[in-house]
């Protein structure tokens, strides 16, 4: 190809639309002026109309790792205990967390891809109903599972202790209404679909959950929550922030204010239904027992190398998907459709990946993946959605 | 003023070459790529260019205060005992992060404004044999004091103890030499004299620190450094970076090369000399027993509000400077000559506050201040400096 163009498909970093990436090409400003803080008082807006919430809501210029942190050690002194529901990689790191500070955990583990039921998380607070926090996962990113937020939140909401959601790649595509909910601590990153480069991450803070950080101090000073708050009282972050990202952060929750939440929330299904029609008639399998809306994780079909493919992808189209991680790694293919990934892009990927196939010698079908997909898309269109 | 420009001269964030701007304007790479890998090895090589030191040196994607955080849960344990010198709030900051932690601070105090003498430390240091680490500051840029690291590392090298120093503002454009001086941490800030917004951090780490911190297990996850040691074998970083600020520090560290680290530090001396002289000329005292060479803490003459006079000069000219902070807060001005401010706006810079000292009704001679600095840098280059 001569002028090769690259399309950004991974479940974070994604595509950042035009208005947040010039944003950041402006001269800096200081941070401590009132022109800054009404940028910070706008994104902290636009931020609890996605999550759902009236709950404080504070900006950390950190990667979603940092937030995670940030949740952790301000939910439960060293020594404390805390339920982990742990089905893929990025569970799993709530529980390294807690580790790494002396916190213990409570371990409820399935395997990768597999969901929690609501009725579990029951059981295992009625066994250990001093624990001081529950942590969960909205879109696990490794397996592209859904977890049924709202009925582990009803299970939680019923005990004292604390429901920490990690929302960080699936808030802003999936549905999650933070206060009906019952998220107590809810933590998002700003590179997923929130479309916005990756270097911020954010936390939504019920009183609930104010009431428990502010019972002990936590070994934390960057991510001390208290912090924050009292920072935040006079419009501020506690040190510098990402100025740059903050602005971008600004543009893109105009944007997706403009397009309105549910909306995008229906798109997110819409998208995430005609991506698995079309990778099912490829021959791929799901890896999710109960597949998230926001992205798609696929084993390929027999004798498709799935390191291969995705190379060939990216060398052919310029379409970079994800592979696995952990012990999916070289397995798998992930597909991000959130933010600014659109129908056809959809279209186009599953257009690729058919002729990529065929080149590595698969038997397919051409055109069989698009029009799955294409029947799942018209007919939402045919119903008048979106 | 019809077409107000700004004029950013805070001591962080300061302004940004227009390149790194625009590189942060790009769309998106994915970090796992080959293509990022080589963007990260550019700009370690570029930092440790800057930092004079073969030392490893880590990225992390957070504000400074992050940096020191990871310098010092990583250099000494829960229960652990360390010198903090402390004369500003920028050092105040370093014994506030150890004491979150729960690690002993021997309080080493001198009233804001003045030094510490390398003697005072060996004195402390032969009283305290068993302190993990010294921890000092460059540059204070709450009171413009620049210390004596080079003669702190003497002594602190002679002892098992860690020298961890805070070159957040300072290097970059004071002479720091991290190998030469000894200095086993140094931790450093993007939006500082390195040009590049905020959000990154960074620390080099030499081999007798790394032997200190593989000894224990840190209350650490975001800010564990082994981990980004381990990450670094691969080129990586642990967790997603804030990639746009990566591209601009890239962007930042080209010129900077360009220019040669010598002579960015003698231009430093130089713009420093030329600040003071002109505003000694105007009757500022300066803060600074000490003073550092990267920015200039000065009371304004009797009679002129601090506060009142920086809200002046932005609203007449657009020269944003930072007041000052803690017990200095409304009482100085802070005005950073680092980064890209040079010599038109020195001189610019004495003009515009001559002009507005007689506007609040000060008996000030026009063009004085500006003949002092005048004076400075036309001595400099009849010597053919810079």
Redo the contacts between chains.
């Keep these: 190809m001569p002028f090769p163009k ?1 399309r ?1 498909m ?1 479940p ?5 639309p035009q208005s947040a ?2 944003a ?8 401590r ?1 009132d022109e800054f803080r009404a940028l910070i008082a706008e994104a902290i807006e636009g931020l609890k109309y996605v999550f759902r919430t009236a709950n404080d809501v504070m900006i950390l ?6 937030a995670m ?1 940030a949740a952790v050690v301000n939910a439960a002194p ?1 020594g404390g205990k805390v339920v982990v529901l742990e089905s893929g990689k990025f569970a799993e790191r709530w529980r ?2 807690a580790e ?3 916190i213990e955990v409570v371990r409820c583990e399935l395997p990768w891809g597999q969901a929690f039921a609501p009725e579990q998380v029951a059981e295992l607070l009625k066994r250990h109903p001093d624990a001081a926090a529950v942590f969960a996962t909205l879109m696990e990113t490794s397996t592209g599972v859904g977890h049924d937020i709202a009925g582990i939140g009803r299970v939680v909401g019923q005990t004292p202790a604390l429901f920490v959601v990690d929302g960080i790649s699936g808030v802003g595509v999936m549905e999650c209404r933070t206060d009906e909910w019952g998220i107590d601590i809810l933590v998002v ?1 700003a ?1 997923k679909a929130l479309m916005t ?3 911020l991450a954010f936390a939504a803070i019920s009183a609930k959950a104010w009431r428990q950080i502010e019972s002990f ?8 929550l208290s912090a924050y708050r009292k920072a935040a009282a006079l419009g501020d972050t506690p ?7 903050v602005l ?1 952060l600004v543009e893109s929750l105009r944007l997706i204010r403009q397009a309105g939440i549910e909306n995008i929330w229906a798109r997110g299904r819409l998208l995430a239904e005609a991506v698995r029609s079309g990778v099912a008639a490829l021959g791929f399998r799901l890896v999710a027992e109960r597949p998230a809306e926001g992205m798609t994780a696929a084993h390929p079909p027999a004798g498709v190398d799935a390191k291969l493919f995705l190379r060939r992808l990216e060398a052919r189209f310029g379409v ?1 998907l ?1 592979g696995g991680q952990g012990p999916l790694k070289d397995r798998i293919v992930r597909i991000a459709h959130f933010g600014q990934i659109d129908e056809f892009d959809i279209l186009g990927l599953l257009a690729a990946m058919e002729l990529v196939l065929v080149e590595l010698g698969q038997k397919v079908k051409l055109g069989s993946a698009v029009a799955e997909a294409q029947r799942v898309l018209s007919a939402s269109a045919a119903r008048g959605d979106g």
């Excluded at 210029?61 to 940092?66: L, P, V």
């Excluded at 101090?217 to 001390?224: E, G, I, K, S, V």
């Excluded at 040190?239 to 740059?244: D, F, L, N, S």
């Design positions: 690259r950004l991974t974070g970093p994604t595509q950042t990436r010039l950041m090409a402006r001269e800096l400003i200081n941070h002026t210029s950190s990667s979603g790792s940092g942190e060293r390294r967390i790494a500070f002396g990153g590179q480069p990756p270097g101090r936590p070994p934390a000073f960057y991510f001390d040190y510098t922030p990402a100025i740059p990202l971008a970079k994800a």
